[in-house]
């Protein structure tokens, strides 16, 4: 038996890991995201043992690539010269290995060097050869990085082989619009990609994707990832915000998104924030209002529909700190009955609302529409639905103080009466559509003064006023001649008054004759032939036979028919 040269026992011999893992050699598609070689990730590969049987140990070069190889030998049927060969063997592979790495000439000595020091080193003096691998690997996984680096940033998606195990720094961000104020959001944080659909699409697309979405829709997507939470909240998408149905709290709601856009700013304020939508429902008290008003000075729209708890202190701030405020529309707010600016050191001035929507609003009396309109003298769309306690003294403040007031709804104010009309009568031509629904105490009277003064009305609307009969609408078709929407149901109105209707209206597209018991299918022919440009006619509960529906459906082609007659069908 051969005797060993270093005098070492052949129960001692200890194992050795292959110098190619140190050099972190894989033909896996091994992941470092930092882009250094991890030694730990080879040390965790020393599973694999080999034991050699009788005959000798047959090396397997694919061993060299996916394991960290053993060598153990059996201390009665070894010899030491077949030892010998297959660790010759073993560095002949390894120097063959180092030839095929891609290595520019200035890496050369360091090849060398290693190579040199794999043939001096015994065999089994471990710790001084794996020390050099260590040192020699560092400094190599270094330059090959260096060489490596414009090829994986060239093609990053490629396996190109060993060099893909050192990844590169990531590549420039995307670049942001104006939005962002050329800010970098992404700096300082890794960017980790995705393979998904949305990866492949550009800040920009993402952005205008977002805006079809709604507030509640934002706030959802921002949780997705760290991308989508920095463009969810870009300012651009919150100038509307809107906040629907019952189960939203809107104190929660406006809170969180002011939190969210006041902490992009350096002055804290909101100004993307223009229009703010609270409806069906949702739950905002004074508090809410009051942060508005500090934190969105360039609000110009706000819709409180139903808002039960609203007073008009938080309405006065509002209006005193959002001097751009146009739209308001606080239908449904019991408790509000005045709208006015808080006073102070500056000279008082008026605000710049255009629209004002009060339906529902049942505390506002006389005295608060007057303060409003003095304060308003801008409104040209003015709605007073259902607002019990209006009287006609009240509304003779309109026209003395919104000259250029275009609508006006007093509909279902039951105390409004013919003298409240001859004051809404100065308005004048100025004036295209007023309702006054079911105020059963209006007349040919008021009516007639209306059509003589008013006489560039578009819509006018007396349903449920049964005093209205064939004179005021004998009046109103000379003098509204560009009439297009008209609603006289259950009113005293027959075919006589349709016939002047239609010989004088030519233009109307939308008539309502519901429950107008005195029209007959004579009436119904003459809108019919005159009036060939109809959209909508309403006939429920009418004397209408089937004579007359296809007289409309004869001579008005696109014309919907509105009937409860089972005989049309």
């Given at each position: 038996?051969?005797?060993?040269?270093?005098?070492?026992?052949?129960?001692?011999?200890?194992?050795?890991?292959?110098?190619?893992?140190?050099?972190?050699?894989?033909?896996?598609?091994?992941?470092?995201?930092?882009?250094?070689?991890?030694?730990?990730?080879?040390?965790?590969?020393?599973?694999?043992?080999?034991?050699?049987?009788?005959?000798?140990?047959?090396?397997?070069?694919?061993?060299?690539?996916?394991?960290?190889?053993?060598?153990?030998?059996?201390?009665?049927?070894?010899?030491?010269?077949?030892?010998?060969?297959?660790?010759?063997?073993?560095?002949?592979?390894?120097?063959?290995?180092?030839?095929?790495?891609?290595?520019?000439?200035?890496?050369?000595?360091?090849?060398?060097?290693?190579?040199?020091?794999?043939?001096?080193?015994?065999?089994?003096?471990?710790?001084?050869?794996?020390?050099?691998?260590?040192?020699?690997?560092?400094?190599?996984?270094?330059?090959?990085?260096?060489?490596?680096?414009?090829?994986?940033?060239?093609?990053?998606?490629?396996?190109?082989?060993?060099?893909?195990?050192?990844?590169?720094?990531?590549?420039?961000?995307?670049?942001?619009?104006?939005?962002?104020?050329?800010?970098?959001?992404?700096?300082g944080k890794k960017n980790h990609s995705k393979n998904n659909s949305f990866d492949h699409l550009s800040d920009k697309i993402l952005v205008r994707i977002f805006s079809f979405l709604s507030s509640v829709d934002l706030s959802i997507c921002a949780q997705v990832c760290r991308r989508f939470e920095i463009l969810a909240w870009t300012p651009i998408l919150w100038r509307i915000i809107r906040l629907e149905g019952d189960k939203i709290c809107g104190d929660k709601a406006v809170r969180g998104v002011l939190r969210q856009l006041c902490g992009q700013g350096r002055?804290?304020?909101?100004?993307?924030?223009?229009?703010?939508?609270?409806?069906?429902?949702?739950?905002?008290?004074?508090?809410?209002?009051?942060?508005?008003?500090?934190?969105?000075?360039?609000?110009?729209?706000?819709?409180?529909?139903?808002?039960?708890?609203?007073?008009?202190?938080?309405?006065?701030?509002?209006?005193?700190?959002?001097?751009?405020?146009?739209?308001?529309?606080?239908?449904?707010?019991?408790?509000?009955?005045?709208?006015?600016?808080?006073?102070?050191?500056?000279?008082?001035?008026?605000?710049?609302?255009?629209?004002?929507?009060?339906?529902?609003?049942?505390?506002?009396?006389?005295?608060?529409?007057?303060?409003?309109?003095?304060?308003?003298?801008?409104?040209?769309?003015?709605?007073?639905?259902?607002?019990?306690?209006?009287?006609?003294?009240?509304?003779?403040?309109?026209?003395?103080?919104?000259?250029?007031?275009?609508?006006?709804?007093?509909?279902?104010?039951?105390?409004?009466?013919?003298?409240?009309?001859?004051?809404?009568?100065?308005?004048?031509?100025?004036?295209?559509?007023?309702?006054?629904?079911?105020?059963?105490?209006?007349?040919?009277?008021?009516?007639?003064?209306?059509?003589?003064?008013?006489?560039?009305?578009?819509?006018?609307?007396?349903?449920?006023?049964?005093?209205?009969?064939?004179?005021?609408?004998?009046?109103?078709?000379?003098?509204?001649?560009?009439?297009?929407?008209?609603?006289?149901?259950?009113?005293?109105?027959?075919?006589?008054?349709?016939?002047?209707?239609?010989?004088?209206?030519?233009?109307?597209?939308?008539?309502?004759?519901?429950?107008?018991?005195?029209?007959?299918?004579?009436?119904?022919?003459?809108?019919?032939?005159?009036?060939?440009?109809?959209?909508?006619?309403?006939?429920?509960?009418?004397?209408?036979?089937?004579?007359?529906?296809?007289?409309?459906?004869?001579?008005?082609?696109?014309?919907?028919?509105?009937?409860?007659?089972?005989?049309?069908?």
């Open positions: 038996m051969n005797q060993n040269p270093f005098g070492l026992g052949k129960h001692k011999i200890q194992p050795m890991v292959c110098p190619l893992v140190h050099l972190g050699y894989n033909n896996g598609t091994n992941k470092n995201i930092n882009g250094a070689l991890d030694e730990d990730n080879y040390n965790s590969m020393q599973n694999d043992h080999y034991t050699a049987n009788k005959k000798p140990m047959q090396m397997n070069s694919n061993n060299l690539n996916t394991n960290s190889t053993y060598y153990y030998y059996d201390q009665h049927n070894d010899s030491y010269s077949t030892e010998e060969l297959n660790y010759n063997k073993t560095l002949e592979e390894s120097n063959t290995h180092l030839k095929n790495l891609d290595l520019s000439s200035e890496n050369d000595d360091f090849a060398m060097n290693l190579r040199k020091s794999c043939l001096n080193s015994n065999y089994w003096e471990e710790e001084r050869c794996c020390d050099k691998l260590k040192k020699t690997s560092s400094i190599l996984g270094e330059t090959v990085q260096k060489n490596y680096l414009k090829l994986s940033k060239f093609n990053p998606n490629v396996d190109q082989g060993y060099h893909t195990l050192v990844s590169t720094s990531p590549g420039p961000l995307l670049s942001y619009s104006a939005w962002t104020d050329g800010q970098n959001p992404y700096k002055t804290g304020a909101c100004p993307s924030v223009e229009r703010v939508h609270v409806t069906d429902g949702a739950k905002l008290s004074d508090k809410s209002l009051l942060l508005l008003s500090r934190r969105c000075p360039e609000l110009t729209h706000l819709q409180l529909h139903g808002c039960l708890t609203v007073t008009n202190n938080a309405l006065f701030e509002i209006a005193t700190r959002c001097a751009n405020l146009q739209h308001l529309d606080v239908s449904g707010c019991i408790k509000i009955s005045c709208i006015s600016i808080n006073s102070g050191p500056e000279p008082p001035r008026r605000l710049q609302l255009q629209y004002l929507d009060l339906t529902d609003c049942i505390a506002l009396q006389d005295s608060g529409l007057e303060v409003i309109v003095h304060n308003c003298p801008q409104l040209a769309y003015f709605y007073l639905r259902r607002c019990m306690q209006i009287t006609d003294a009240g509304l003779k403040f309109v026209p003395s103080f919104c000259h250029g007031l275009r609508e006006l709804s007093v509909s279902d104010c039951s105390n409004i009466t013919d003298f409240g009309l001859y004051e809404l009568a100065k308005l004048g031509a100025t004036l295209r559509y007023l309702s006054v629904a079911k105020c059963d105490q209006v007349s040919d009277a008021g009516l007639k003064v209306i059509a003589r003064r008013c006489y560039k009305l578009r819509y006018l609307n007396v349903r449920g006023c049964e005093a209205v009969s064939d004179d005021a609408m004998t009046v109103l078709a000379r003098s509204c001649t560009r009439l297009r929407a008209l609603d006289i149901g259950k009113c005293d109105v027959s075919d006589a008054g349709l016939r002047a209707l239609a010989e004088s209206c030519p233009n109307l597209k939308k008539l309502s004759l519901r429950n107008c018991d005195l029209v007959t299918d004579r009436g119904i022919h003459c809108i019919a032939y005159y009036c060939r440009g109809l959209q909508q006619l309403n006939i429920q509960d009418c004397q209408i036979s089937l004579e007359g529906y296809r007289a409309v459906k004869q001579y008005c082609k696109r014309c919907v028919i509105e009937h409860t007659n089972p005989g049309f069908f």
